[in-house]
């Protein structure tokens, strides 16, 4: 069993701070990592992917990849309240399923 | 808009029945999930499938069958409802090595 492992939180930041959020992983031979957001009740939904070593930006959001260290992370610039959430990691084993880490839970304080 | 959809998003049973949750996609997508979500505990794999007729188990299969008979549905079974089955049900579909829809999710409550 390949496994995704997060620090369960909660992480608190103060607003307009960065928000850092990490994610390590087991399978050597993951391609593609995936960074989902989920509020309290609601579904999760898709934020980030990343399948290159480096770095990749959307917005207010940068994922961060480390092949050679299994590590996946997550920045997020100038948090807002309405970050507050569970951010969950993922990559895909072989071909058939997403694992999930159990998410780390973000509170974005005013 | 892609969509993958559940037909409830609540559903109150009784112990004992059996309860059938549909989940359908419209991206015709080779795999599907079925999870269960429970405070504390993450996101838990029940059942998947990647092709028509195919199913295979996840992480906690017992107490749950699922059925594929068309390529864009994909059912959870709950042969007999127990309380410990009480939780948020979320199904979700991708092409392989790309983004996972969820559905809205469906909170079952069994009395």
């Known amino acids: 069993q390949k496994e995704v492992e997060q620090n369960s939180g909660p992480l608190s930041v103060p607003e307009g701070a960065i928000a850092s959020l990490n994610c390590t992983y087991s399978?050597?031979?993951?391609?593609?990592f995936f960074w989902y957001r989920q509020y309290s009740g609601k579904s999760p939904e898709l934020i980030m992917f990343?399948?290159?070593?480096g770095d990749k930006e959307d917005g207010r959001f940068t994922a961060q990849l480390n092949k050679a260290s299994q590590y996946v992370s997550l920045l997020i610039r100038d948090s807002q309240p309405s970050d507050s959430a569970t951010y969950l990691c993922?990559?895909?084993?072989?071909?058939?399923?997403?694992?999930f880490g159990t998410g780390t839970r973000l509170l974005v304080s005013p | 808009d892609v969509k993958v959809t559940q037909s409830s998003r609540y559903l109150v049973k009784r112990t004992g029945e059996k309860v059938f949750l549909e989940c359908v996609q419209d991206m015709d997508h080779e795999n599907m999930f079925w999870y269960r979500q429970d405070p504390g505990l993450g996101l838990r794999l029940i059942y998947f499938s990647y092709d028509v007729k195919m199913k295979e188990k996840g992480d906690i299969p017992e107490g749950y069958s699922v059925s594929r008979e068309k390529k864009e549905r994909f059912s959870l079974i709950l042969e007999s409802a127990s309380t410990n089955q009480t939780s948020m049900y979320l199904c979700?579909?991708?092409?392989?090595?790309?983004?996972?829809?969820f559905g809205p999710g469906t909170r079952l409550t069994v009395l």
């Open positions: 993922a990559n895909w084993e072989g071909f058939q399923k997403l694992v």
């Open positions: 990343i399948y290159s070593n």
């Open positions: 979700a579909s991708a092409q392989s090595h790309n983004e996972q829809f």
């Open positions: 399978d050597r031979g993951s391609q593609s």
